[in-house]
């Protein structure tokens, strides 16, 4: 019989090899924690496969603090998330894309020592066209508090990240995520119900052969945007580059951890500090490229060293391999070099 290896297995002999180091034991407090966010995605996927025959498509009719048409997909998978890890008592506090305000649990720091950050349902605009969706999310540790309070902690920047990671319901069901020890990948396997270790020690390719971004914003890019994919695709980079959107994130980003290239959504003239949020989809997604031997930046500076100021402040957001990453920088400091 193959033996294979599940997420929570994988989480704990990382933890293990992590604290040998140190001569502690791992305590399991952080893959029980982590088990609550399996459980979470996998109602989610089962949700989404008969997604047709019960009553999740369409929208609620209610806008989210985004001011957006909140899916009752989005509440449904917020309602997964915020119950399968509020039963872990080693969570001070759950923020969601979903809600205005982080939710608090009153445990004390020693018991309650993490923050999740989450984006339960990334995608909302395919859930009705059957296109990948996934699920984002982000761990912090709770500072001490003689150095700050829960909200300072909750708005730590990116490098305090303590694990990262996202699920993409596709064809498979895939959860990607790093603890800091390099990026892994699982597929959930439905006739066991377990995510099943597929893809060990993930690397970003140097360079790939595909730009994202929605071209339509193109007319409101700053101008180091417009010439950087005109290169791109007039073989500037010494490869004739493809063109592959698909406006789900985590699907655009899983691409191109697989294969390369860029995702780009840049800052517009109706929406200067962008699209996407820093907390639960720049900051989990920059912590993984990283790990990946990828680049994630605003178009200025590293992703993970912004100090967040709110918990839903938007970013541009600006991920790929290493080639294309040093184009851009040179495209945006107006040095377009091929
Ligand atoms: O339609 P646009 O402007 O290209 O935006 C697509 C982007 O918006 C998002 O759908 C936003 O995320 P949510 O669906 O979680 O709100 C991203 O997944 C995607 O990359
Ligand atoms: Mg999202
Ligand atoms: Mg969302």
Not at 166 to 187: A, I, K, R, W
Request: with cysteine; charged share 20%; net charge negative.
């Amino acid at each position: 019989m193959a033996m294979i290896t599940t997420v929570q297995q994988h989480i704990l002999q990382q933890q293990q090899e992590l604290l040998k180091s140190t001569g502690r034991e791992a305590s399991g407090t952080f893959s029980w924690l982590l088990s609550g966010i399996t459980l979470a995605t996998k109602m989610i996927e089962a949700k989404i496969r008969s997604a047709g025959l019960s009553d999740v498509l369409g929208a609620v009719g209610v806008e989210n603090v985004q001011g957006e048409q909140q899916q009752k997909l989005d509440v449904y998978a917020n309602q997964a998330m915020l119950h399968c890890l509020g039963l872990r008592d080693s969570v001070a506090a759950l923020v969601s894309e979903e809600d205005e305000e982080p939710v608090t649990f009153n445990r004390d720091a020693e018991t309650g020592k993490y923050i999740l950050v989450f984006d339960p349902l990334d995608g909302s605009s395919n859930i009705d066209v059957n296109v990948n969706v996934g699920t984002i999310f982000s761990v912090l540790r709770r500072m001490p508090a003689e150095l700050g309070t829960l909200e300072e902690s909750i708005l730590q920047p990116g490098f305090r990240q303590v694990a990262a990671g996202y699920v993409v319901y596709g064809p498979s069901t895939v959860l990607v995520y790093t603890t800091g020890n390099g990026v892994h990948g699982f597929t959930l396997d439905p006739k066991i119900g377990a995510f099943v270790l597929s893809n060990e020690r993930m690397q970003m390719p140097e360079q790939g052969i595909y730009y994202s971004v929605n071209e339509a914003n193109a007319a409101g890019w700053p101008e180091g945007y417009r010439s950087y994919v005109t290169m791109l695709r007039e073989g500037g980079l010494g490869k004739t580059y493809s063109s592959r959107y698909i406006g789900s994130l985590v699907a655009d980003f899983h691409r191109t951890l697989l294969k390369g290239g860029v995702f780009l959504y840049p800052p517009t003239e109706k929406q200067s500090k962008g699209k996407l949020r820093l907390l639960y989809e720049a900051n989990p997604l920059a912590f993984i490229a990283e790990q990946g031997g990828g680049v994630a930046t605003n178009g200025a500076e590293r992703i993970l060293e912004i100090r967040p100021t709110g918990i839903h402040q938007r970013t541009p957001f600006c991920v790929g391999g290493r080639r294309e990453m040093e184009a851009l920088q040179s495209a945006l400091t107006g040095v377009l070099t091929a």
